[in-house]
């Protein structure tokens, strides 16, 4: 009996990922929906709050990251709108950063503890990195967003959180609400926001051999 063939899966994927979002991470192959999703929005909702339950989500997810010899270098100051330690992060990012930041309903600083009693924490910095994008994660689990930021004054955010030595403040992370991009202002804030997101393609992120892809 003739059968009509299956339709090819893949392209069916890629083509549903297209017309749900198109922030949506575009695949060759389907990825867990909370990767796909994960994106970095600066449009954020400056009235809607991070509950604490979330915000201790994120940070459990953070904390049970992987690290090298389980030495787990990663701390965060935790800033919650209206409190002090939100004010002192937003103070010390860049202005263009402040000028989207100051609506997220939650400002981290991510730390690298650098250096202990035993000396130099090996990778502290790539653990620093696994358990930020663990956080990042599950705020979209948790139907938030998250956009992490290098563009903070550290010298600053040392000197007023007091930073002790083998301590490096390296990421703030703005948690919050996605809005509107029409909230950002400009045209060109807007644009920027709406603009497709773009990724080196497989054929030269995975290799067989360097120059040779691995699909
Ligand atoms: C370590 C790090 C530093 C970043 N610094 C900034 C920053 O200072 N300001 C900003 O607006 N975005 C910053 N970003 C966000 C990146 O620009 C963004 O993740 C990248 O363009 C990819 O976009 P996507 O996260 O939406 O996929 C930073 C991201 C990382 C991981």
């Not at 990825?31 to 009235?47: F, G, N, Q, V």
């Not at 959180?161 to 703005?174: M, N, Q």
Request: aromatic share 8%.
């Amino acid at each position: 009996m003739w059968r009509r063939p299956l339709p090819d899966l893949h392209f069916l994927w890629l083509a549903y990922s297209t017309a749900v979002s198109d922030k949506r991470a575009l695949t060759s192959v389907g990825i867990h929906d909370i990767i796909a999703r994960r994106w970095s929005p600066r449009a954020l909702d400056a009235e809607a709050d991070v509950s604490e339950t979330q915000l201790r989500a994120l940070l459990e997810a953070a904390r049970w990251a992987p690290s090298f010899g389980n030495t787990q270098p990663a701390r965060y100051l935790v800033g919650v709108r209206g409190d002090d330690t939100y004010k002192r992060i937003l103070d010390v990012l860049a202005e263009g950063n402040r000028q989207w930041a100051h609506r997220a309903g939650v400002l981290l600083l991510g730390c690298a503890v650098t250096r202990n009693d035993k000396g130099d924490v090996p990778y502290a910095e790539y653990g620093l990195g696994l358990a930020s994008e663990n956080l990042v994660l599950q705020a979209v689990a948790e139907g938030l967003a998250a956009r992490q930021m290098a563009g903070f004054d550290a010298d600053a955010a040392r000197q007023v959180f007091d930073l002790p030595d083998g301590v490096e403040p390296l990421v703030a992370i703005a948690v919050g609400v996605r809005a509107e991009p029409e909230v950002l202002g400009t045209d060109r804030d807007v644009e920027r926001e709406n603009a497709p997101r773009v990724r080196v393609p497989l054929d030269e992120f995975a290799l067989r051999d360097w120059g040779t892809p691995a699909f």
